[in-house]
Antibody, heavy 119, light 110 residues
Framework: QITLKESGPTLVKPTQTLTLTCDFS??????????VGWIRQPPGEALEWLAL???????RYSPSLRSRLTITKDTSKNQVVLTMTNMDPVDTATYYC???????????WGQGTLVTVSS | QAGLTQPPSVSKGLRQTATLTCTGN????????AAWLQQHQGHPPKLLSY???TRPSGISERLSASRSGNTASLTITGLQPEDEADYYC???????????FGGGTKLTVL
């Protein structure tokens, strides 16, 4: 059974860097075709894709946020980490990590973690 | 960044049929098709279908997806109160090398 869980700060100040960790189980990021992505959702708004990392270390980023994002993986710990620099109140959202199988887009999602950006 | 277009809201009666649409272009929906996700308030999204009409195990047969050109559709028959939720489409855009989401459709079951 695939599970994912996000963790990180619930409150960050403007201009700070956000670091979120996704702990997963039930699959390996050493396996061909597997990937983990990050998606966010501001309160009352739509889903927005942020970043994706594949088993072969290929990284993909949202074109509009590319300059602020870094995604990395630690296969020995079954973790994926997302960093987002220069946080702003408009970045207040629930941040989800999700599993991307070889056959398509995100099939299993974490519960999400709400990050508030405020001074 | 170009996205996928969904109607903001659809309302249908109990036991009726609702069809939700998602319009993209040849680089995304028209290329690899779309996935559909359901989200109830306060919960993470749940995958309903992918590759146009492949349903994960456990997803009701009342749901079916299809695609015509650059538009994907999700049809829900025999609407039940638990179908009331937000529905999102998603697709890979080969031109942008990016995942796109639609703006979501709020389905109300009257």
């Amino acid at each position: 059974q695939i599970t994912l869980k996000e963790s990180g700060p619930t409150l960050v100040k403007p201009t700070q860097t956000l670091t979120l960790t996704c702990d997963f189980s039930g699959f390996s990021l050493n396996t061909n075709g597997q990937g983990v992505g990050w998606i966010r959702q501001p309160p009352g708004e739509a889903l927005e894709w942020l970043a994706l990392i594949y088993w072969d270390n290929d990284e993909r980023y949202s074109p509009s946020l590319r300059s602020r994002l870094t995604i990395t993986k630690d296969t020995s710990k079954n973790q994926v980490v997302l960093t987002m620099t220069n946080m702003d109140p408009v970045d207040t959202a629930t941040y989800y990590c999700a599993h991307r199988p070889a056959t398509g887009l995100f099939d299993y999602w974490g519960q999400g973690t709400l990050v508030t950006v405020s001074s | 960044q170009a996205g996928l277009t969904q109607p903001p809201s659809v309302s249908k009666g109990l036991r009726q049929t609702a069809t939700l649409t998602c319009t993209g272009n040849i680089n995304n929906v028209g290329n690899e098709g779309a996935a559909w996700l359901q989200q109830h308030q306060g919960h993470p999204p749940k995958l309903l279908s992918y590759r146009d009409n492949t349903r994960p195990s456990g997803i009701s047969e009342r749901l079916s997806a299809s695609r015509s050109g650059n538009t994907a559709s999700l049809t829900i028959t025999g609407l039940q109160p638990e179908d009331e939720a937000d529905y999102y489409c998603s697709a890979w855009d080969s031109s942008l090398s990016a995942v796109l989401f639609g703006g979501g459709t709020k389905l109300t079951v009257l």
